[in-house]
């Protein structure tokens, strides 16, 4: 049955114009509201997405909340975009998800409606699934930008976060960074705190722009600009008036400059995190990859305004006479929000150093890494990372494209690369891939050490083996699709 399913899903175009987020508005009415049946915790953002989702479930959870997870793409099962308590759906659910939705689908096709596409129908299936499972907290990753993609449904989620900023998908977001965070920062709702990554300036400055245009002014103390000691010092200073102010703010900017001490070894990362509006985390992560910390960052920034949004609105309800208000503050008191702040901080910290994302620089074999990046930013993190986490080892390359990427760009990082001594070109195995051939010419230009390149992913993994020996390390990279044929692949070669 799954197999007719997965057939039928791989079937429907992935993009075309059904109605946008009125119609998707209007199915989910149909079906029921499932959206409404949880807490919603919205995320953009060009890099990180996932990473910043799976942080966030994993500390929710950690706290006791029944969760939803909800990502793109798969790697190697579909039931993967889907999460209930961190493990995959199950085929029957999932399969009851499907027809619950085709059903509707079938009803309206009759009547002339466009069909769903694949990522909307896919969504569908995920809030019934949710639903029906009883989640407390949906955590939501956008599929492409964020002002019109079809998550963008909930008037007010709880919490909205913006991860990094970069080009990608420029023919659909726009063709400049500004353009970009103007997409992401569509997910910005009234009411509702946001915790945005303000590395870049071009993007920041979108974000900030709409932020305040939604949420009012931030009137954010300048943290990067202060020493640990200042950070610390200045927030027990403050008055409680002041820290009330402060927990009123909606929007709230995090630097990677407040990733302090940072360090990698076997397998893990560990760092302080050092920021005006709560006090210092010292922080461990399960990864390879030097990057994440940003994404943690995002994360644990995020938990903490949840906490005292959670904790400040049900203290309004609660004060109000109405018995809509009265309603709302059943719905969100909650005493796992007020526990003790050590306890709630030791939960957070549970949670972060407990969970292990896919596909991102994370060990598959003996000396096999995997490592989705697939746009400029991420090559040059996964570069980075690379770097720090395997310092003086040689390395070799199985790298893939898919063909709307601009690749020259992350060939140029990845020829940079120390110690790199070889790399294989092939092409991932669905109908984006791109040449190999072409993308082979422009390694050649940049870099003149060992090169090879062939269509079977299989083949190139094999000879990666060959060439890195004992003592070499071999990372596939380039394309979370490479990523998922890859992991699928390691267990027969």
């Known amino acids: ?179 970009i965070a103007g997409e992401k920062a569509g997910i910005i709702k009234a009411g509702t705190p946001l915790v945005y990554l303000a590395d870049r300036p071009e993007a920041a400055g979108v974000i900030k722009a709409r932020a305040e245009e939604v949420l009012g002014p931030e009137d954010l103390p300048e943290g990067d600009k202060l020493s640990e000691e200042d950070k610390l010092s200045e927030w027990d200073k403050l008055s409680e008036e002041d820290k009330k102010t402060s927990e009123y703010r909606l929007s709230y900017p995090v630097t990677s400059d407040w990733v302090e001490n940072i360090s990698a070894a076997h397998g893990q990362i560990r760092f302080s995190l050092v920021c005006p509006y709560f006090k210092k985390y010292d922080i461990m992560l399960n990864t390879n990859g030097i990057y994440q910390a940003e994404n943690g960052t995002l994360a644990l920034t995020g938990m903490e305004i949840l906490r005292k949004f959670m904790n400040r609105q049900a203290a309004a309800a609660v004060q109000s006479p109405s018995e809509t208000s009265q309603a709302r503050a059943r719905k969100l008191s909650d005493s796992r929000w007020s526990l003790p702040e050590e306890v709630f901080r030791e939960k957070v910290l549970k949670g972060l150093a407990s969970m292990v994302w896919p596909g991102r620089m994370e060990l598959v074999g003996d000396n096999i890494y995997v490592d989705g990046a697939h746009n400029d930013d991420g090559i040059r993190e996964m570069v980075r990372s690379a770097e720090s986490t395997l310092p003086g080892k040689d390395i070799y390359l199985v790298f893939a494209v898919a063909e709307d990427k601009d690749y020259q760009q992350m060939v140029r990082h990845v020829c940079g690369m120390k110690h790199l001594k070889g790399v294989i070109v092939t092409e991932i195995d669905n109908g984006r891939r791109r040449d190999f051939h072409e993308v082979m010419k422009d390694f050649e230009k940049n870099w003149h050490g060992n090169i090879q390149g062939t269509y079977n992913v299989s083949e190139a993994i094999m000879t990666g083996k060959q060439w890195k020996g004992k003592d070499g390390v071999l990372i596939c990279t380039g394309s979370l699709y490479l990523v998922g044929h890859v992991k699928e692949l390691l267990g027969g070669i």
């Open 1 to 179: 049955m799954m197999n007719e399913i997965v057939e039928y899903l791989y079937n429907i175009p992935r993009f075309a114009r059904t109605g946008g987020l009125e119609k998707t508005r209007e199915r989910l009415k149909l079906l029921g509201s499932p959206e409404k049946s949880f807490h919603y915790i919205h995320v953009a953002g060009t890099n990180g997405k996932g990473s910043v989702c799976a942080y966030m479930e994993s500390c929710l959870r950690e706290m006791g909340f029944k969760t939803g997870l909800f990502t793109s793409p798969h790697l190697v099962r579909i039931n993967e975009r889907m999460r209930i308590n961190n493990e995959e759906i199950s085929d029957e659910d999932f399969s009851e998800a499907f027809y619950k939705v085709k059903a509707l689908v079938d009803a309206q096709t009759a009547r002339g409606i466009p069909h769903p596409t694949f990522f909307e129908f896919i969504y569908l299936m995920a809030m019934c699934a949710f639903q029906k499972a009883g989640i407390e907290y949906g955590v939501i990753e956008t599929g492409l930008g964020g002002r019109l993609d079809l998550t963008n449904v909930v008037e007010m989620p709880d919490l909205t976060l913006i991860t990094s900023i970069g080009l990608d998908h420029t023919a659909i977001l726009g063709d400049t960074i500004e353009k």
